[in-house]
């Protein structure tokens, strides 16, 4: 894993966005599987994978747009009342919820992608690591924050009079999607990389041949 290098340019190249492009198919499918994947009224992201690759492997830049695709994808969800949780929300606060949808998504990709480049410089592993470890912080964590912000009537009517606001977000609303986005990154991303890195070795081994 130690080869597969990372970008931390403001603007990406022809290759970076092609593999851009080839990352936001993967966002798209992988949002389609998810779909079936659910815990409550929220479905398990997993996503995140292919943005946090992005992130690593083509920058931040990459990282963000990714998240912004995918955040495009819920927000879409949302408006048409596939995403039942969701369209509660809208229905309370059609701006903020949009807000959230959109921004979540992006900051992850767009800080796992600064992060891998801030810790990978000595090791790259490390930096895949707390790169797979930012992007659901980032992502559940400003959703939380956007939920108390602009919807803590509605939090304290889904919690009940039984328990307080807060363990209900932290033990029925998140904390299990959290825990399995968290522990499907950490291992499926450092996977995701290995194959990258196999693609750039093929495609390095057959521009040789060309010349």
């Known amino acids: 894993m130690n080869n597969v290098s990372y970008s931390t340019k403001n603007k990406l190249t022809t290759k970076e966005l092609v593999g851009t492009a080839i990352l936001i198919t993967v966002v798209f499918i992988l949002q389609y599987i998810s779909g079936f994947i659910k815990i409550g009224p929220f479905n398990i992201t997993l996503t995140l994978i292919p943005i946090i690759v992005g992130g690593i492997v083509f920058g931040p830049l990459s990282g963000a747009i990714l998240g912004f695709v995918f955040g495009a994808i819920v927000t879409k969800n949302v408006l048409i009342g596939a995403d039942a949780g969701g369209l509660i929300l809208l229905q309370y606060n059609a701006v903020a919820t949009i807000l959230i949808c959109l921004l979540k998504s992006t900051c992850a990709g767009y800080l796992s992608g600064v992060v891998a480049h801030c810790f990978g410089k000595k090791d790259l592993r490390i930096g895949v ?69 196999a693609a750039k070795l093929t495609q390095n081994l057959n521009e040789k041949n060309e010349d």
């Open 129 to 197: 690591l707390l790169a797979a470890i930012t992007a659901p912080i980032v992502n559940t964590g400003l959703f939380v924050i956007g939920l108390f912000v602009f919807f803590m009537e509605i939090l304290k009517q889904w919690a009940g009079a039984s328990q307080s606001v807060a363990l209900y977000v932290i033990t029925g609303l998140v904390g299990v999607n959290f825990l399995i986005e968290l522990l499907t990154n950490l291992i499926l991303v450092p996977v995701a990389l290995r194959v990258v890195r």
